[in-house]
């Protein structure tokens, strides 16, 4: 097993990200959030019928979870697909038993637990909505602002969820390809992995110090107080790239 630091890494990675399946993501949950904010229009920002508003995206929510099923299930999918695909290219450097022992990898239940997590969090983007605006019509009622600011903000709702939705596949398409690439290399007793980053200007500094460093899938380090792997914190695009036992 090689341990080391800084590692240079003799040709691109076939670990990395896809940038192809964050795009497909994110335009199935802006769909949700383009929905949420023609709710939100529709009752032109009328706060005495903000109760009605808030009712209708919580009936939203939960007629969704058919449409999140499928979505979620597609995406976790064609991530554990490429995975396979990226570890075909690594197994070169592996035995055959090693290989044989990568076919059986507990990846069942990895993508079970992904596509639930994924369900919640698209169903989350129309109650998220709702709690805005029950916190801003509370505003309204307590006089913590203008009435006219208050409608101004409960009218963004649906460029906030946007926001949040952009946000959602961009950690998730990662969190969900580290969680693939792990479980499949410690199913053939790879003890951790180099991190590599996206090598571009907006690289955080804290991440940007771990390009090439040895982490232990034992022990995700902890970056500006988010504990995680690479590509598993919130907008992070770094990614794992295992390194392999010696066969």
């Known amino acids: 097993m090689q341990t080391f630091d800084r590692a240079k890494p003799s040709k691109a990675s076939a670990f990395i990200r896809s940038k192809k399946v964050e795009k497909q993501y994110q335009r199935q949950l802006l769909k949700v959030a383009h929905h949420v904010g023609d709710i939100v229009s529709r009752f032109g920002g ?4 903000t109760d009605a508003m808030i009712a209708a995206l ?3 929510a939960k007629a969704v979870e058919p449409w999140a099923t499928a979505v979620g299930a597609r995406i976790v999918a064609e991530i554990d697909a490429r995975d396979k695909v990226a570890w075909r290219a690594a197994s070169e450097q592996i ?6 022992e990568l076919q059986n990898a507990p990846t069942g239940a990895v993508a079970r637990a992904l596509v639930e997590e994924q369900v919640a969090l698209i169903k989350g983007l129309p109650l998220e909505a709702a709690q805005r605006v029950q916190n801003l019509a509370l505003e309204a009622f307590t006089g913590g602002k203008r009435a006219d600011d208050i409608v101004a903000a409960i009218m963004e709702t649906g460029g906030v969820t946007a926001s949040r939705a952009r946000t ?7 969190r969900c390809t ?3 690439t792990e479980a499949r290399a410690t199913s053939i007793g790879s003890e951790g992995y ?6 571009d200007g907006d ?6 110090r771990m390009e090439g460093r040895f982490v232990s899938w034992d022990s995700p380090p902890v970056l500006d107080g988010l504990r995680g792997h690479a590509g598993a914190v919130p907008n992070c695009r770094c ?7 010696a066969s």
């Open 95 to 100: 035995s055959r038993g090693l290989r044989r």
């Open 178 to 180: 580290e969680a693939f």
């Open 46 to 49: 009328n706060l005495d019928a």
């Open 239 to 245: 990614y794992p790239d295992p390194v392999l036992p």
């Open 58 to 60: 919580e009936r939203y």
């Open 168 to 174: 959602i596949a961009r950690t998730e398409i990662g």
């Open 194 to 199: 180099i991190w590599r980053t996206s090598k």
């Open 203 to 208: 690289v955080r500094d804290s991440h940007r």
